[in-house]
Nanobody, 124 residues
Framework: QVQLVESGGGLVQAGDSLRLSCEASGRTFSRYNIGWFRQAPGKEREFVAVISPSGVTTYYADSVKGRFTISRDNTKNTVYLQMNSLKAEDTAVYHC?????????????????WGQGTQVTVSS
């Protein structure tokens, strides 16, 4: 079992940057695909990015490609989401999630463990 805790959210202006962290407990962290998802008020949960256990494979949503970068440090049990050139439409609660099986997935139903989320608000 894995417990996930997100941090790093906040209120920023359009064009600014933030780095989110997802810290996990458990000795098997390095075996999990870790994804970032976001949910804005009144909208469905949306895939943002995912990274494979080794960190070699990453996928991004088209809406964040070129602006966001996902990375991981398995020695620290932590996955990061570097968010640059933030836009008002990036405003949402950001959750990280762990998927213990298969290829990195963009489908939230594939993920077994979820963090509580961190709020990102971008003012225009």
């Amino acid at each position: 079992q894995v417990q996930l805790v997100e941090s790093g959210g906040g209120l920023v202006q359009a064009g600014d940057s933030l780095r989110l962290s997802c810290e996990a407990s458990g000795r098997t962290f390095s075996r999990y695909n870790i994804g970032w998802f976001r949910q804005a008020p009144g909208k469905e949960r949306e895939f943002v990015a995912v990274i494979s256990p080794s960190g070699v494979t990453t996928y991004y949503a088209d809406s964040v490609k070129g602006r966001f970068t996902i990375s991981r440090d398995n020695t620290k049990n932590t996955v990061y989401l570097q968010m640059n050139s933030l836009k008002a439409e990036d405003t949402a609660v950001y959750h990280c999630a762990a998927d213990p099986t298969g290829r990195p997935s963009t489908n939230p139903n594939e993920y077994d463990y979820w963090g509580q989320g961190t709020q990102v608000t971008v003012s225009s």
